[in-house]
């Protein structure tokens, strides 16, 4: 039986760098999982070989349990770049709930924080979001919900 | 401040075919929005165009409060393809936490849902893992930690 969600699998193709961006954003590393390589890990992702080094990365305050699961990719080597548009099919974005999100993103652009658009937009009621970008070009959502 | 995840994007191609995917997988449709048009939804996205129907999913008996945002993009329509393997660099899957791995991987079967290898793969200690993919090809992963 399905019980919850569990994690957001990102592939990026610098670890440190990622992790640089997500503690940026004000993610934390919770788990530090190092170099993995066990033979059912590809034949279960349907991949050659299963080497990858891996860390988990979770907001500190968060109670939901989820986490990012941030892999780079050993054997086999990362393939591809990420979604460009925001409507391209697939998981394209993954969304953080922030409070007063003007303070928000006015503290990250001061830590060089980049947005798609200069400020939040208002869509539907009470609901205020803009979209960063990570290292590799993954879109990180962040949203208000009043 | 970020407080936690929100949601999981995902944008395909048909709303109706992927909410049974996901209700076969056992997930259940927590609101159905449907049609939303805004300009500040194009500005926030990067895109000339917000048109677009969205219906969120989310197991029953989750705790954590995430959802899926599944979205149909109708303007601009949805682009591309999704990352055809699991070391593509992006958010190239997400997972689900499931009791009874085997049982639960069984009853899917039966309703026709198809997964990457034949059985669960042992990753780690404790940690059982298989893959299905959603109809526009979006791995999802079903988990079991114990």
Redo the contacts between chains.
């Keep these: 039986?399905?019980?919850?969600?569990?994690?957001?699998?990102?592939?990026?193709?610098d670890l440190e760098r990622s992790i640089r961006f997500y503690e940026t954003?004000?993610?934390s590393v919770v788990s530090r999982?190092g170099e993995?390589e066990?033979a059912?890990?590809g034949?279960?992702?349907?991949?050659p070989k299963?080497h990858l080094a891996v860390v988990h990365l979770?907001?500190p305050?968060?109670?939901?349990?989820?986490f990012i699961?941030l892999v780079q990719?050993l054997e086999?080597?990362?393939?591809?770049?990420?979604?460009p548009?925001?409507?391209?099919?697939?998981?394209?974005?993954?969304?953080?709930?922030?409070?007063?999100i003007d303070a928000?993103v006015t503290a990250l652009r001061e830590r060089g924080v980049r947005f798609?658009?200069d400020a939040?937009?208002?869509?539907?009621e009470g609901i205020r979001?803009?979209?960063t970008v990570d290292p590799?070009?993954?879109?990180v959502?962040?949203?208000e919900?009043l």
């Design positions: 039986m399905i019980e919850d969600f569990l994690h957001v699998g990102i592939t990026c193709r954003l004000g993610l999982i993995v066990e059912d890990l034949r279960v992702f349907g991949l299963g979770a907001p305050a968060a109670t939901s349990k989820l699961d990719w086999p080597p990362p393939i591809g770049e990420s979604y548009m925001l409507n391209h099919v697939g998981i394209n974005r993954f969304a953080l709930r922030v409070s007063n928000t798609l658009s939040p937009g208002t869509i539907g979001s803009i979209v590799d070009g993954v879109f959502q962040l949203v919900w």
